[in-house]
């Protein structure tokens, strides 16, 4: 697939770069898909959430009345879970959620999720540059002079550039991250996916690296 390289003034360059086609022209792998994205939002979680069960909550254990001959419900104690100011039954408790995937699946994720982008045309090449300093402005004007200033972008660095990823922090919408870090549902989250010029060559020799 051949995609034409931008200037951050949104301009042709005149040059044109050919993507991978065993990067970005795979059958994309949905379950991959599925399982990487599963995994990293499970990864977000604090796990944290924790409720009161029968021997944490304070009071007597002693049966309120006997069992039969009132003509109440049985009730064992003032914790029972089906009284007011009781126990929670079976409530939530302190969790991990964290689980492993094998490289080779994460791997394959990734490029499938990039293989949509590249099928549906949301892929935008742009010629390396840099900024003098870090102001969220000039990365403002990047991105609108791609005309995706009310889009979700994903910009993607070969290496990583503390005058752009600070210039872009600030902003909701927009997103910087090395190839390193990129990971599915980054990709798959934003609208347009942005790469630097740099980054194809180190996309290529991480995913080769990994075979």
Excluded at 129 to 142: A, H, L, W
């Amino acid at each position: 697939m051949e995609v034409a390289i931008l200037n951050i003034e949104g301009n042709d360059t005149g040059r044109k770069v050919v993507l991978n086609n065993e990067v970005f022209g795979i059958e994309p792998n949905d379950h991959a898909i599925y399982l990487d994205v599963k995994q990293f939002l499970a990864n977000q979680r604090q796990g944290t959430h924790s409720s009161l069960e029968r021997s944490m909550v304070s009071g007597s254990t002693k049966k309120l009345h006997r069992q039969k001959g009132t003509g109440g419900s049985r009730k064992g104690s003032v914790k029972s879970g089906t009284r007011v100011g009781g126990a929670r039954i079976f409530g939530p408790q302190p969790r991990n959620y964290s689980f492993k995937l094998n490289k080779k699946l994460k791997q394959l994720a990734r490029m499938s999720a990039l293989a949509y982008k590249a099928k549906d045309s949301n892929i935008i090449v742009l010629e390396n540059f840099t900024f003098d300093s870090s102001k969220t402005k000039n990365y403002i004007n990047v991105i609108n002079n791609l005309k995706l200033n009310n889009a979700k972008t994903l910009l993607v660095m070969a290496d990583y550039n503390d005058f752009i990823y600070k210039s872009s922090r600030n902003l909701t919408k927009s997103k910087v991250v090395t190839v390193s870090d990129v990971n599915t549902y980054e990709i798959l989250n934003a609208q347009n996916v942005i790469l630097l010029e740099n980054s194809l060559g180190a996309i290529d020799n991480l995913f080769n690296k990994n075979k």
